[in-house]
């Protein structure tokens, strides 16, 4: 009978030895489901935010194209000193969002870039691919190969779909792709979108200076008059040039520089990249939304990722 009992109390420890490893591993599971659930929550509200400020960025890329028609000071240009030009957090600048206390510590960001401040890679021509400083001549000869005769022999012409398609090209090395101390990277001057030329209210000092015939002082004294009273870019005070023969009485740009301007510049722009960024949990979830836009609504490009979390 002994025996027969200590054989039933050992059956009895092992049964619930076991009932407590199954709970304690159905507790756990349960666990992660949880917060599995919790995050693909947080996912779905930092994504809605985003899309709702790709979309308000949209709204004001269209605004733009009306002030632009009614405006007096800015007829029909485009310039860093304009409204769209500067970023919104949503929840803190705006009165768009009202989420409560749990979103205090998040972001809802959207910013408008112009897309023709860049260099368009599938339709800039050799000389002004060559002239990029981030760029070997090799590689710019195999770009423009590429969107206009084919990059081998037989191959019919192709352009550049997505910017990244870049990094693929022969000659082209990741400090050339991100830039390196006291180099911009090719990642920050290039474009796919754009009819060619570029604008040089918006243009950065590094792109000017990639225009053939444009020297540093010729850049030094754009980017100074674009700058405004306050000598800081991105200020309400920044002002553009209309028309381009406007930099020879305005700065006092030389004559070779002012033909290059004529021939490689503009200054408007009608494509415009809106990007929307929200962040849950305090920023430990983090989304992001982007758009390619016209001037007038058209939407040309939509894409979204997650940041991280």
Request: proline share 3%; aromatic share 6%.
């Amino acid at each position: 009978m002994r025996n027969r009992h200590g054989f039933v109390l050992v059956c009895v420890l092992w049964v619930l030895a076991i009932l407590t490893v199954a709970t304690l591993g159905l507790g756990r599971r349960a666990l992660l489901d949880r917060r599995a659930a919790a995050y693909a929550l947080d996912r779905s509200q930092a994504m809605l935010m985003a899309r709702g400020a790709v979309h308000r960025g949209i709204a004001e890329v269209r605004n733009k194209a009306i002030i632009d028609e009614l405006s007096e000071r800015d007829p029909g240009i485009t310039h860093l000193g304009q409204s769209w030009a500067r970023p919104q957090d949503m929840l803190k600048d705006g009165d768009i969002f009202r989420l409560g206390e749990a979103f205090e510590t998040d972001h809802v960001v959207y910013r408008i870039e112009d897309m023709e401040r860049r260099i368009n890679v599938n339709r800039a021509p050799p000389q002004l691919l060559e002239n990029i400083d981030a760029l070997s001549r090799t590689a710019a000869r195999k770009m423009y190969a590429r969107t206009r005769t084919g990059e081998q022999e037989g191959d019919p012409p192709a352009a550049f779909h997505a910017l990244e398609e870049i990094r693929h090209i022969d000659g082209v090395r990741d400090e050339d792709w991100f830039g390196s101390k006291g180099k911009t990277g090719l990642r920050h001057l290039l474009t796919t979108w754009g009819d060619g030329r570029v604008n040089v209210n918006t243009a950065s000092a590094e792109v000017l200076r990639s225009i053939p015939g444009m020297r540093e002082d010729d850049v030094e004294k754009i980017i100074a008059f674009r700058a405004g009273n306050d000598g800081e870019l991105g200020t309400g005070d920044d002002q553009g040039f209309k028309p381009l023969v406007d930099l020879v009485g305005l700065v006092g740009i030389r004559v070779d520089a002012m033909q290059a301007i004529m021939q490689y510049c503009k200054y408007n722009s009608e494509l415009f990249k809106i990007t929307g960024e929200a962040t849950r949990r305090n920023g430990a979830v983090r989304v992001s939304c982007s758009a390619v836009v016209h001037v007038g609504g058209s939407l040309l490009a939509w894409q979204e990722e997650p940041l991280g979390s």
